[in-house]
């Protein structure tokens, strides 16, 4: 009963994600929404006549009938935005959908994620950075996500699979099609290590207004965004901008100032709104990730601390006694200026012994 409500409450006319978030805020649940009254659905702001008359009238329960038996004859997973199986880093964006529909064996929040676009006119250069980047994070326990068009996130969605890497593709139409239907094959194979997801219930076509929506969807559910190529205009660069409008990171790889499909990477390099990235050692580098059997087994790379100098033993040591440490922490410890410590700290770093975080912050390798 619980599903049909939540299927429900997105059929109603007038009633977008917006207005349903304003309807859960005062009513409290799905239930308390459909045995509101019509004043005390009237006594909500923002919440007009007609979208009143439109939940008191019932005319949406057999949409959701049909969905809901559509869901349960191809074994689809629903996500309601308030179920603990709900993708934790896109719930945290304020434009979220309230409903998700899901097939496939790929976790729904796995513990590195990451987002992989691109322009649907993939060159050999852009192919081959697929190939590089995604050969190499297999070893880093993490999960792909693009949207199963031409081009980048096709190329990266078998990619994913050739290293068996989960992938998941985000749909701009519902479960009951593939589109294009010449990624058809990906997506079956997609099922077994993977998966699909969409907002959009059965009977949704790939309209193109749907993939703009879409795209926010592919930048929810990653830690960072990769744009591969992308022109100065298309869909790569609108996912790029809504997940820098999430705090995410973006990353981009740059290309020739005279080749079309690297002018939309080069961009949003040059005004800040991505990070510079030759390869995955850069990737790896900026979010600070460890190989998983480091991170488990608790294994470290061997360090002969005797080659350090008497400068760089103490920040050693220093570091040693706790997990990480600020610049200013560490300067305040040792009584250095920051500029001398600065130095140090870059060699350090070149030289293998630190690793640099966000925030000025640094833990031993």
Same mark, same amino acid.
């Given at each position: 009963?619980?599903?049909?409500?939540?299927?429900?409450?997105?059929?109603?006319?007038?009633?977008?994600?917006?207005?349903?978030?304003?309807?859960?805020?005062?009513?409290?649940?799905?239930?308390?929404?459909?045995?509101?009254?019509?004043?005390?659905?009237?006594?909500?702001?923002?919440?007009?006549?007609?979208?009143?008359?439109?939940?008191?009238?019932?005319?949406?329960?057999?949409?959701?009938?049909?969905?809901?038996?559509?869901?349960?004859?191809?074994?689809?997973?629903?996500?309601?935005?308030?179920?603990?199986?709900?993708?934790?880093?896109?719930?945290?964006?304020?434009?979220?959908?309230?409903?998700?529909?899901?097939?496939?064996?790929?976790?729904?929040?796995?513990?590195?994620?990451?987002?992989?676009?691109?322009?649907?006119?993939?060159?050999?250069?852009?192919?081959?950075? *697929?190939?590089? &980047? %995604?050969? /190499?994070? +297999?070893?880093?326990? #993490?999960?792909?996500?693009?949207? $199963?068009? =031409?081009?980048?996130?096709?190329?990266?969605?078998?990619?994913?699979?050739?290293?068996?890497?989960?992938?998941?593709?985000?749909?701009?139409?519902?479960?009951?099609?593939?589109?294009?239907?010449?990624?058809?094959?990906?997506?079956?194979?997609?099922?077994?290590?993977?998966?699909?997801?969409?907002?959009?219930?059965?009977?949704?076509?790939?309209?193109?207004?749907?993939?703009?929506?879409?795209?926010?969807?592919?930048?929810?559910?990653?830690?960072?965004?990769?744009?591969?190529?992308?022109?100065?205009?298309?869909?790569?660069?609108?996912?790029?901008?809504?997940?820098?409008?999430?705090?995410?990171?973006?990353?981009?790889?740059?290309?020739?100032?005279?080749?079309?499909?690297?002018?939309? *990477?080069?961009? &949003? %390099?040059? /005004?800040? +709104?991505?990070?510079? #990235?030759?390869?995955?050692?850069? $990737?790896? =580098?900026?979010?600070?990730?460890?190989?998983?059997?480091?991170?488990?087994?608790?294994?470290?790379?061997?360090?002969?601390?005797?080659?350090?100098?008497?400068?760089?033993?103490?920040?050693?040591?220093?570091?040693?006694?706790?997990?990480?440490?600020?610049?200013?922490?560490?300067?305040?410890?040792?009584?250095?200026?920051?500029?001398?410590?600065?130095?140090?700290?870059?060699?350090?770093?070149?030289?293998?012994?630190?690793?640099?975080?966000?925030?000025?912050?640094?833990?031993?390798?």
């Amino acid at each position: 009963m619980a599903m049909l409500k939540q299927i429900a409450l997105t059929k109603i006319k007038g009633v977008g994600s917006k207005t349903a978030r304003t309807l859960l805020a005062y009513c409290g649940s799905v239930d308390d929404i459909f045995d509101a009254s019509k004043k005390q659905l009237l006594s909500i702001p923002n919440i007009g006549k007609a979208t009143v008359e439109s939940i008191l009238s019932k005319n949406y329960l057999y949409e959701a009938e049909q969905e809901m038996a559509f869901v349960e004859k191809h074994r689809i997973e629903t996500l309601w935005i308030e179920d603990i199986n709900y993708p934790r880093r896109l719930r945290q964006c304020e434009d979220a959908p309230l409903l998700l529909y899901y097939k496939g064996a790929a976790a729904k929040n796995p513990d590195r994620c990451i987002s992989i676009v691109g322009t649907r006119n993939a060159t050999a250069y852009g192919k081959r950075l *697929c190939e590089e &980047l %995604i050969s /190499t994070l +297999r070893e880093y326990d #993490i999960q792909i996500v693009s949207g $199963l068009a =031409y081009g980048i996130d096709v190329q990266a969605h078998r990619l994913a699979l050739r290293h068996k890497i989960p992938t998941i593709g985000v749909l701009g139409h519902g479960l009951d099609r593939i589109y294009p239907a010449a990624h058809r094959d990906v997506a079956s194979r997609m099922l077994e290590n993977g998966g699909l997801l969409t907002e959009y219930p059965s009977n949704t076509v790939p309209d193109r207004n749907n993939f703009p929506a879409r795209n926010r969807i592919i930048a929810g559910l990653a830690d960072v965004t990769i744009v591969v190529e992308a022109a100065k205009k298309g869909g790569a660069l609108i996912t790029a901008e809504i997940a820098n409008s999430y705090n995410r990171d973006v990353c981009a790889f740059p290309g020739g100032i005279d080749q079309e499909y690297s002018a939309g *990477c080069n961009y &949003l %390099i040059k /005004t800040h +709104r991505a990070h510079l #990235i030759r390869h995955a050692d850069d $990737l790896i =580098y900026l979010m600070g990730w460890e190989r998983p059997a480091q991170k488990k087994e608790g294994l470290q790379l061997p360090l002969l601390t005797n080659n350090l100098s008497k400068d760089e033993q103490r920040v050693y040591n220093f570091l040693r006694e706790r997990e990480h440490a600020q610049v200013d922490e560490i300067a305040s410890h040792l009584d250095w200026p920051t500029s001398k410590l600065a130095m140090i700290l870059l060699e350090m770093e070149m030289n293998g012994i630190l690793l640099s975080l966000p925030g000025k912050i640094y833990k031993i390798l």
